[in-house]
């Protein structure tokens, strides 16, 4: 073989391995991304029982007089959670979802020491979920004062101490 063929094998050899390098790092964002959209699509659909529960009267199992969401489990949503009362837990797939009841008194909202800035006030659910590898979290509030609107407060960062938080 001439010094050319052998620059031109080099070269191509190199072009694959960045090649690969290149298409595994894109996998790995894609599954990132991935499971942020499939958490945030359960934390979704949670909030949409929240939303449903908290429109229906009483007498029909929902929660219309209740105005801080104390009476809110995963069982009137129709989920059997893990543990009970306000540390239950709900996993779907390998995303795990914990309830945490909030009040908002001005533009900022302390859930767990931890502050949001939130235009609406008053009395709140959030629906907290958290990654099975503890890296990617969302929270949606649903307010008791217009419960058909429910508002994604946090998405993405890590956020452990609103999800331990009793």
Known sequence: MGQ?????????????????????????EN????????LTSDAVRLSTG?????MKPNAVGGGKDDVTFD???FADLGITPAGTGRNATYTAGTNTF???TFVVAGPIATIAQQQYGITDTGN???I?????????????????????KPVTILQHPYNVSVYDAP
Do not use: C, E
């Open 4 to 28: 050319q063929q052998l620059l031109l094998l080099v070269l191509g050899v190199v072009l694959v391995g960045l090649a690969v390098v290149v298409g595994i790092s894109a996998f790995g």
């Open 31 to 38: 599954k990132q991304k991935n499971n942020l959209d499939q």
């Open 50 to 54: 929240v939303s449903t529960w908290k």
């Open 71 to 73: 009476r809110l489990a």
């Open 98 to 100: 914990r309830l945490k």
């Open 124 to 126: 709140a659910l959030a």
């Open 128 to 148: 907290v979920g958290l990654s099975k590898d503890r890296t990617q979290s969302v929270m949606i509030a649903v307010f008791a004062s217009d419960p058909g």
